[in-house]
C-alpha cells in the first residue's frame, strides 16, 4: 500500500539536465527525511543527496553544485535535479525515505522506490 514511485530517467547527453521525482503514496503519517542513491553495475548503492523535513541538504562530493535535491511536503515528493551530467554519472537511482506508518504502529521504516535508470552518454 505504501509505496515510493520514481520517474524522470532516461538518456541525456553529456552536459545535460534531467529531472527526477518520488511520490510516496499510501497511508503515510509522516515523512522525516527523503534522499537519493545511485548504483551502477558492479558498484555499491550510493548516497547522492537527502533532504530533510525541515529543508536541510546533504550531497555527495561527486554531486555537489550539479546536482539540488528539493521536496514538496504537500504532495510528499522529492526531486533531483540533476545538471552537468556526466557518463560518471550513469546509474539506477532510487529514492528513499524513513516514513511514520500507521499500520506498522506509527513506527518509522525505510522505504524504497523502484528506481529509474538515468544513462548520461553522447
Known amino acids: 500500500q505504501v509505496q515510493l514511485v520514481e520517474s524522470g530517467g532516461g538518456l541525456v547527453q553529456p552536459g545535460g539536465s534531467l529531472r527526477l521525482s518520488c511520490a510516496a503514496s499510501?497511508?503515510?503519517?509522516?515523512?522525516?527525511?527523503m534522499g537519493w542513491y545511485r548504483q551502477a553495475p558492479g558498484k555499491e548503492r550510493e548516497l547522492v543527496a537527502t533532504?530533510?523535513?525541515?529543508?536541510?541538504?546533504v550531497y555527495a562530493d561527486s554531486v555537489q553544485g550539479r546536482f539540488t535535491i528539493s521536496r514538496d511536503n504537500a504532495k510528499n515528493t522529492v526531486y533531483l535535479q540533476m545538471n552537468s551530467l556526466k557518463p560518471e554519472d550513469t546509474a539506477v537511482y532510487y529514492c528513499?525515505?524513513?516514513?511514520?506508518?500507521?499500520?506498522?504502529?506509527?513506527?518509522?521504516?525505510?522505504?524504497w522506490g523502484q528506481g529509474t535508470l538515468v544513462t548520461v552518454s553522447s
Open positions: 528513499n525515505t524513513r516514513a511514520s506508518i500507521p499500520a506498522m504502529g506509527y513506527r518509522y521504516l525505510e522505504l
Open positions: 499510501g497511508s503515510i503519517f509522516s515523512i522525516n527525511v
Open positions: 533532504i530533510t523535513s525541515g529543508g536541510s541538504t
